[in-house]
């Protein structure tokens, strides 16, 4: 920078008129504005605009700033201005001033100045230059103003502020990075060599030092016993700022009142720090080497700092507390048995725990940042976001009940339950939510639940079906009762006599059917129904059917009905496996209820070869049967709806009992039915050891019996124990032309013989009183007369029976009641073969 070295004298020529007058007012006018510079706060100048900055008017205040009186530095007498200037700064100031002079502007500069005392002083500095007539700057003129002051708040607020910033950060204070470089920043506005932080519990009355950066004070404090007789307790207890000179420490030594450790400070300062009116601890300063480092200005400036610091040692408590309590709950919850979550404002999962991921079956990844809503189960009524709201109003939820889809399919109901954690303002924080699953103990209620309710339907059938039952089994025997009654009167007509006997017969029968039916159901419940296959020539088997089809239309008194039978042709000469017992049952009921439920058109049985099953349908044109309750007639006590067919009777386990044959014997029983159309029941079995029949058809039922079939020669002897029986069968067999005798036992049997009644045929009563039973005689009969043809008869026709009859030598089997074409027709047989 070039500055001119004219040198400038300020004189002010004024015409006047009167010379002292001139004088007078130009004295008036100096003394006044002299007063006035003088008084203004701050230096005014004047000074050349050379290289010294040569001052050539200073006021008052020059030496209250600088130290140096005007007088000394005018016209650089001891010292220029220039000089003063700290050397750091000075360039710049100069660059400043010229530039803003050059364009004739006002400059305003901060800059330091060296003080007479050597302390470095902030200054700012407003002026102007004077220009003369000639062009040239004549001089500069303006004034300085102190503003150490307010430069040195600026960096003691610039120091807090990054403080504050450190303290934003994670704080750290074991390993001291934290106040090492707090301490750094201290320096940075006063002498930090000597920086100590205390912590101090009050609790514990216990003074722990958080970091020094004196060897020495670290050494002693681990080898306090009594913390009261530190310098630093002493600011805690008085709850103010302590500053203290060397010689002040060593007089407070001395009077016994501290105990001091090591060489004695030069200066010391202890700040307290304070959170709301409580002590927390102290910061302390000293300057082992000047005793004018610390003066009110960074005692105050350290006060300032001390309260950011214990923001941060409060803040960094709260975090730590909320760490040790966050890692509490953590463990706790992670390491639950149960399934645990955590939820955010909007119900994201936060966390959720390894046993939550097992039931739900997902790994962590798929979970993270999903909301809660999406892993609830889509059939459930639920408002989810309704819920939330309640939850976090609420503050917890209990025992709410859930379903869950978990990842791998399957829905899982639980019951749920959780508290909110708030933060330390009381704001939400997240819920904690553990859930349990109950799908098995839900699952089992349900089965419970069905169960009784199945027992209780079940119950409530039994009853029903016992009600009906008895009613079923009074009505025929109050007949057959009444009947017999009535038998008794000998004046009754012959014709009225045959009536009362054929209606007890038909009632007698019912019952029959009705305890059949019992037995077999029974049997069935139990697991122990046999069944007995036997080869069945389908034709045959048909036509005896037909004539009890027919029977049964006649005992009905259904004969208008028409009744066909079909049988495909691939079945008419073939014959197969089956048990021709149950089969008949079947269709025998299958029949009886087709005739029962129709009152006009026809029933039709029709018998068919599909795949390799027979099939076997009846057909009726009836009533019909409701959809809904096609499945349950197949149920034991179910009956359609009374209301519906009231006038029909009937037990309501016939298609029970036909349903479980079915299905014994490998094969279906189905229906088909439209409501006042008629229905179709279908029974299919399978064709087991299907064959053809080379022999011609015979036997038919339709080859009606003639009287007097045979010329009277044959002996046919009946073993029965009652006499009523005997005079049925009698009775039945006579007319055709047969020599009839009656045995009641095994003894009139060998009587008979011996007597010369040498029977062709024996129509033997497997059940006898006494001793020995009809299969025994079967056996003793064959072995002495191997010729001699013995029928069994018995009542409750089993298969058993039938069975054991065979096996003792009995030729064939009839069951009782015993049907009169049947016994007919297989006397017949046996003694025209003999
Ligand atoms: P029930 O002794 O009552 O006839 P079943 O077990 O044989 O007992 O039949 C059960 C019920 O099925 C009957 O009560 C009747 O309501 C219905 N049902 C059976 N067969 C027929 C049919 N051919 N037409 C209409 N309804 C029928």
């Given at each position: 920078?070039?500055?001119?070295?004219?040198?400038?004298i300020i004189g002010t020529a004024i015409d006047i008129t009167t010379r002292k007058e001139t004088e007078k007012q130009l004295n008036d006018s100096r003394r006044e504005l002299l007063a006035l510079m003088n008084n203004i706060p701050g230096i005014t100048f004047r000074c050349l605009y050379d290289e010294y900055w040569t001052m050539t008017f200073l006021s008052k205040a020059f030496s209250q700033v600088t130290g140096y009186w005007p007088e000394e530095v005018l016209w650089n007498k001891k010292i220029s201005y220039q000089e003063l200037i700290y050397s750091e700064d000075r360039d710049a100031v100069m660059e400043s001033v010229a530039s803003a002079v050059t364009k004739k502007e006002q400059y305003q500069i901060e800059y330091r100045i060296v003080c007479k005392s050597g302390e470095i002083?902030?200054?700012f500095e407003q002026g102007n230059a004077y220009i003369g007539k000639d062009h040239q700057i004549e001089f500069i003129e303006g004034i300085i103003l102190d503003i150490n002051d307010r430069k040195y708040a600026e960096e003691v607020q610039h120091v807090?502020?990054?403080?504050?910033?450190?303290s934003m950060e994670e704080v750290d204070f074991e390993n001291h990075i934290y106040f090492e470089k707090v301490r750094e920043l201290i320096s940075t506005i006063m002498n930090a060599e000597h920086l100590?932080?205390?912590y101090y519990n009050n609790l514990a009355h216990d003074l722990k030092l958080l970091y020094s950066s004196d060897a020495i004070i670290k050494k002693d404090l681990d080898t306090v016993d009594a913390p009261e007789k530190t310098l630093t307790y002493k600011v805690i207890s008085e709850q103010k700022s302590v500053f203290l000179t060397e010689e002040q420490i060593k007089n407070l030594d001395r009077k016994g009142k501290i105990i001091h450790y090591?060489?004695?400070?030069k200066q010391w300062i202890g700040i307290p720090m304070q959170l709301s009116g409580g002590n927390i601890g102290a910061v302390v300063l000293q300057s082992y080497s000047s005793e004018n480092d610390y003066s009110e200005k960074e005692l105050q400036a350290l006060e300032i700092i001390a309260q950011h610091l214990v923001l941060a040692i409060n803040r960094k408590d709260a975090v730590n507390a909320l760490k040790e309590r966050e890692s509490y709950y953590r463990n706790l919850y992670m390491n639950l048995p149960e399934s645990y979550h955590s939820m955010d404002e909007e119900g994201n999962l936060m966390v959720v725990n390894d046993k939550w991921l097992e039931t739900l079956t997902y790994k962590w990844d798929e979970v993270l940042g999903r909301n809660f809503s999406e892993f609830l189960s889509r059939d459930m009524d639920f408002d989810f976001k309704e819920f939330l709201e309640n939850f976090k109003r609420q503050g917890s939820v209990s025992d709410v009940q859930l379903k869950l889809q978990r990842k791998n399919k399957g829905i899982i109901n639980v019951v749920y339950t959780g508290?909110?954690?708030y933060d330390q303002l009381g704001n939400f924080f997240k819920t904690h939510c553990v859930f349990t699953n109950v799908t098995q103990i839900k699952n089992a209620e349900n089965t419970m639940r069905l169960a009784k309710e199945k027992a209780e339907e079940n119950d409530k059938l039994k009853s029903a079906f016992l009600a009906n039952m008895s009613h079923e089994i009074r009505s025929p025997m109050n007949a057959i009762l009444g009947f017999a009654d009535l038998l008794k009167d000998s004046s009754i007509s012959n014709a009225k006599r045959e009536r009362f006997t054929r209606l007890i017969n038909e009632r007698g029968n019912d019952l029959l059917r009705i305890i059949d039916d019992i037995i077999d159901i029974s049997k069935l419940e139990a697991g122990s129904l046999k069944f007995f296959p036997e080869t069945v020539r389908i034709y045959e088997f048909l036509e005896n059917l037909e004539v009890s089809f027919k029977q049964e239309q006649a005992r009905k008194k259904k004969e208008d009905i028409s009744f066909v039978m079909d049988c495909g042709p691939e079945l008419r000469d073939v014959s197969f496996s089956v048990d021709a017992v149950r089969l008949r049952q079947i269709l025998m009921n299958l029949f009886s209820n087709a005739l029962k439920f129709t009152d006009s058109g026809y029933v039709k049985l029709m018998v068919d070869k599909k795949a390799n099953q027979v099939v076997f349908s009846v057909l009726d044109t009836g009533i019909g049967i409701p959809d809904d309750q096609k499945e349950m007639i197949f149920k034991r006590f179910h009956q359609v709806d009374m209301n519906f067919k009231s006038s029909r009777s009937g037990t309501s386990i016939g298609l029970a009992v036909s349903f479980n044959l079915a299905r014994g014997m490998g094969g279906n029983l189905q229906v088909e039915s439209t409501e006042g159309e008629g229905s179709t029941f279908t029974l299919s079995l399978p064709l087991k050891d299907m064959?053809?029949?080379?022999?011609?058809?015979?036997n038919s039922p339709k080859e009606e019996t003639t009287r007097n079939q045979f010329s009277g020669e044959q002996n046919v002897l009946i073993v029965e124990d009652d006499y009523d029986s005997f005079l049925y069968l009698k009775n039945v067999i006579q007319p055709l032309n047969l020599n009839i005798q009656w045995a009641k036992n095994g003894d009139e049997l060998f009587q008979t013989i011996r007597e010369g009644f040498t029977p062709d045929l024996i129509l033997m009563d497997i059940r006898l009183p006494g001793d020995i039973n009809g299969l025994q005689l079967t056996q003793i009969i064959k072995k002495k007369f191997p010729a001699i043809i013995v029928i069994a008869q018995t009542a409750?026709?089993?298969?058993?029976?039938?069975?054991k009859a065979r096996e003792t030598g009995c030729d064939d089997f009839i069951a009782k009641p015993v049907s009169k074409k049947l016994l007919i027709v297989i006397v017949s047989k046996y003694l025209q073969n003999s």
């Open positions: 920078m070039k500055i001119s070295h004219q040198a400038t002083r902030w200054v807090v502020g990054r403080i504050a910033g450190l100590s932080v205390l090591g060489k004695p400070a508290p909110v954690e064959k053809k029949i080379r022999k011609s058809r015979k409750f026709a089993m298969q058993e029976d039938k069975k």
